[in-house]
């Protein structure tokens, strides 16, 4: 009788109903009960991961836009800019690639693009206890000169059909040793705004990741849940994942040859990644970073660079995130054949039982010195295979799989040839294949043959087999 009471009072965060107030009110008092008692009964489940975590959010890898590569903790990063971004994703302005000029206008929030989040820089720092931006209650003190009303803000992002994501457990500001952790308090705070999700950074004085899932929960407002390599656990395994969605590598920079070290790093957790917990190796850098911003990265990424980037995030289930000024018709207008290709983004957000792997690289490596971080900050070596193919298999009455092939080189063509039982094919299969890079059918293919793939460019074929 005690589960069964339970389970109806939290509804709200079992299967997202809409919540009565008396609903709201209950399912504090029962949460601890729900947490304690049935997600960890072996009959009672309250989502789709198998640890029973009471969180069925990101079934699908997310689309959206996040601020850090466009502001990072600068001053332009402002509540009235970010609301200059939601109505930028919003706005229908062209047709998808690939299709006819006369095609209906669409916005990127039409394709999926859904979310907006605020990354670091929102605080008040110094004004809290022992110089940091929590008061003696342990509640986050926000900019209020940077930020005036978050709540109306979340307000007119609901209204426009987003949602609004928060950032918890700051880097900026330094906390760690000025004060206690925040698992409680911070969540309470976002939902008491009505964000609809919160990333964990790695850096403030709260490391346990399963307490700031027990804390989220714990408000009754369903929150996204994004670990950004905080700890306990630091990766998820097939039977533990309290988070939606997980950062697999360092910090992402706007270098393709960082691009292709996080997605090698994010292979040992492509087998445990799946629907509610998807792997993320960090946020995209095309577009970024703001165009003439002096940094040690040198010019910023090319579009056969980015959509190589694109190509290889879709290729694995990695959740899409922006970064890039959308008020910008310039930026906006340069990126959109990548960001918008509607046979990518499908291949993203697609599920056949497996999020993606590494389908094969070339036994021939090179040293690669590359970067870590938005504005390339951390300088590092390594071994890189010359070339890296990525792949996913596609829901199909027959079998179809989806593939990238990256080249890693900035000088050097290369000629790549895979045979077709590499993506999971029979031999004897007839196989048609279609380019969605360039939206054209190819015909019937009896081997992936790829000759003289330009430099830092990439190659995206879904195969599917004939009935």
């Known amino acids: 009788k005690l589960c069964t009471r339970a389970l109806r009072v939290t509804t709200s965060v079992c299967n997202q109903a809409q919540k009565s107030a008396t609903v709201w009110l209950w399912s504090r008092i029962a949460m601890r009960v ?11 489940v309250c989502a789709t991961n198998p640890d029973g975590f009471p969180n069925s959010l990101g079934e699908k890898p997310l689309l959206g836009w996040r601020s850090w590569n466009l502001w990072r903790n600068d001053d332009d990063f402002t509540q009235s800019n970010v609301e200059l971004q939601m109505k930028a994703i919003t706005m229908r302005r062209r047709p998808p690639p690939g299709s006819s000029p006369n095609t209906t206008r669409v916005s990127l929030q039409d394709l999926g693009y859904s979310s907006i989040g605020l990354d670091d820089g929102w605080q008040a720092c110094g004004t809290g206890v022992n110089g940091s931006f929590h008061n003696a209650s342990g509640w986050p003190l ?28 700051n880097c900026g500001c330094q906390e760690r ?39 989220a929960n714990a408000t009754g407002r369903p929150l996204l ?48 990644a799946r629907p509610g917990c998807f792997a993320y190796p960090d946020m995209l850098e095309i577009g970024a970073p703001l165009a003439g911003t002096p940094t040690a990265c040198g010019p910023r ?4 660079e980015s959509r190589a980037e694109f190509a290889g995030w879709a290729a694995v289930s990695s959740p899409l995130v922006l970064g890039f000024d959308m008020a910008n018709t310039t930026e906006y207008d340069t990126w959109w054949p990548i960001i918008a290709n509607t ?24 040293t690669a010195d590359y970067a870590h971080g938005s504005v390339c900050e951390v300088k590092l070596t390594r071994s890189m295979p010359e070339w890296t193919v990525w792949g996913k298999p596609l829901p199909s009455a027959t ?19 895979l045979p077709l039982t590499a993506l999971g094919f029979a031999a004897t ?11 054209e059918d190819l015909g019937t293919v009896r081997q992936w043959d790829i000759v003289n793939l330009a430099p830092h460019d990439s190659v995206f074929i879904r195969f599917e087999k004939q009935a």
């Open 399 to 417: 079998f179809a799989f989806a593939a990238v092939v990256i080249n890693a080189h900035a000088t050097k063509p290369l000629t790549v040839s």
């Open 34 to 44: 729900q947490l304690a008692v049935l997600c960890l009964a072996p009959l009672l």
């Open 142 to 169: 926000v900019n209020f000169t940077r930020f005036p009303d978050l709540a109306g803000m979340n307000a007119r992002a609901h209204a426009m059909g987003l949602t609004s994501h928060f950032y918890v457990n």
């Open 429 to 439: 299969d007839k196989v048609v294949a279609r380019d969605v890079h360039l939206h």
């Open 177 to 215: 040793g000025r004060t206690g952790t925040h698992y409680t308090k911070d969540p309470a705070f976002a939902a008491s705004l009505e964000f609809d999700g919160i990333k964990v950074d790695g850096c403030g004085p709260s490391p346990n990741i399963t307490a700031w899932a027990v804390g």
């Open 301 to 304: 990424m090319s579009f056969s």
């Open 343 to 366: 046979e990518v983004l499908a291949i993203n957000q697609a599920w056949a039982g497996s999020a993606g792997r590494l389908v094969a690289m070339s036994k021939q490596n090179f």
């Open 225 to 272: 849940i994004e670990n950004c390599n905080d700890n306990d656990p630091f990766r998820p395994t097939a039977n533990n994942c309290p988070y939606n969605m997980f950062r697999s590598s360092g910090d992402n920079a706007p270098s393709l040859l960082s691009g292709i070290s996080n997605l090698l790093d994010t292979v040992p957790y492509l087998s445990v």
